[in-house]
């Protein structure tokens, strides 16, 4: 495996995504955080930047940690698959079985108090079974990744909230209770946000 530190330096093993991308669009965040989102892949934004949720869904995603108190900053956010796949499709299972090492190695590094699965793909790729994401947003597993158990809360997709704004607020609620839950929120760092609001 080609990572240094928490990065993916170069992979291979799907052509048709080596085809598509511009880059290996690694996670973001420090490396000691209490709180890990995990995205399903990067899309044509995320492939141009570098960087995972930095389109629409992004700016979704930086209301709602604002709104519990976090900044992007304060958190790992972070993907199944680590490249484009084409035409922003779904990335195959193929593809996911592939990348799945990477983002064990990832998690292994960081030992999250928790792990958000923000959508469909990384809930189901994570807890190994179907999941109805809208009925089970909110709720906490244990979930086996690699060699280690983590407490995982479901949670809908950013993007969800765009087409459907009954979603917002579930999406909003997920991610308060996120920050609770790991408390993220809590760290004496958080004073100096304060003076913010």
Do not use: W
């Not at 290996?24 to 995990?38: C, E, K, M, R, S």
């Not at 796949?85 to 079985?97: C, I, K, Q, V, Y």
């Amino acid at each position: 495996m080609s990572m240094d530190g928490l990065n993916v330096t170069a992979c291979e093993r799907c052509p048709e995504l080596c085809e598509s991308r511009s880059r290996i669009v690694n996670g973001v965040g420090p490396d000691d955080t209490a709180l890990v989102f995990v995205g399903e892949a990067p899309g044509a934004n995320e492939d141009e930047e570098g960087e995972p949720f930095v389109g629409r869904s992004g700016t979704v995603l930086d209301d709602a940690l604002r709104d519990a108190g976090l900044s992007r900053a304060d958190v790992r956010i972070t993907n199944c698959v680590r490249c484009r796949p084409p035409e922003n499709r779904d990335p195959t299972t193929e593809e996911l079985s592939n990348c799945r090492g990477y983002l064990e190695t990832e998690l292994d590094r960081l030992d999250p108090e928790l792990v958000v699965t923000l959508g469909k793909v990384p809930s189901e790729h994570l807890l190994g079974r179907s999941v109805a994401v809208t009925s089970e947003a909110g709720d906490v597993y244990d979930a086996r990744i690699g060699d280690r158990s983590y407490r995982l809360l479901v949670s809908v997709h950013p993007a969800a909230t765009l087409y459907d704004r009954s979603q917002a607020e579930t999406f909003v609620d997920t991610v308060a209770r996120a920050a609770e839950l790991s408390g993220a929120g809590e760290s004496g760092e958080g004073q100096s946000r304060l003076g913010e609001f």
